[in-house]
């Protein structure tokens, strides 16, 4: 029986990550309209969490959740879209680590990132994710271990060298 700590299956992990960062664009949102001295700082910070969040996640997709799906539910035009998708998010993401957070279209970038991961994540809650239940061959338990085990593995790596 799954805990509140962990989530059941790998599509609950997968989801859980995405109300994380759904959470986080929603304080991007004033801070992107605030004049104080402080919101250039603030709008950095959350964004490279947003940022590191995001690549960390779209990278556990891409090894292990993509990869499993193909050889289960071949469902090549979905998972085609949620790659280009992910590479969409990718390029935005750079262009938001690299700006100048004083910048008012480097938040535009931001907000735009939010809407695209929106998009991306009602895609994988009402097709992929549904689908990957049906499969018989997933071993979405197992595959929930693998995910967090470089999940974890990921961050430290990141945050370590940033």
């Known amino acids: ?29 004033p801070l992107a309209e605030s004049k104080a001295k402080s919101a250039p700082l603030k709008r950095r910070q959350l964004a490279d969490q947003i940022c590191l969040e995001l690549t960390v996640h779209a990278q556990i997709e891409e090894e292990i959740f993509y990869p499993a799906l193909r050889d289960a539910i071949k469902e090549e035009d979905l998972l085609d879209e949620a790659e280009v998708e992910h590479a969409s998010a990718k390029d935005l993401i750079a262009q938001i680590s690299d700006g100048d957070e004083n910048d008012a279209k480097w938040c535009a970038k931001v907000i735009v990132l939010g809407e695209y991961i ?45």
Do not use: Q, Y
């Open 1 to 29: 029986m799954a805990t509140s700590r962990t989530p059941a299956d790998a599509c609950s992990l997968l989801d859980a990550d995405h109300r994380n960062v759904k959470k986080m664009f929603k304080e991007f949102e």
């Open 118 to 162: 929106d998009h991306h994540v009602k895609e994988e809650r009402n097709e992929i994710f549904v689908k990957a239940r049906a499969a018989r061959k997933l071993d979405l338990v197992a595959m929930r271990d693998a995910l967090l085990t470089r999940k974890e593995e990921l961050m430290a790596e990141m945050t370590a060298a940033a």
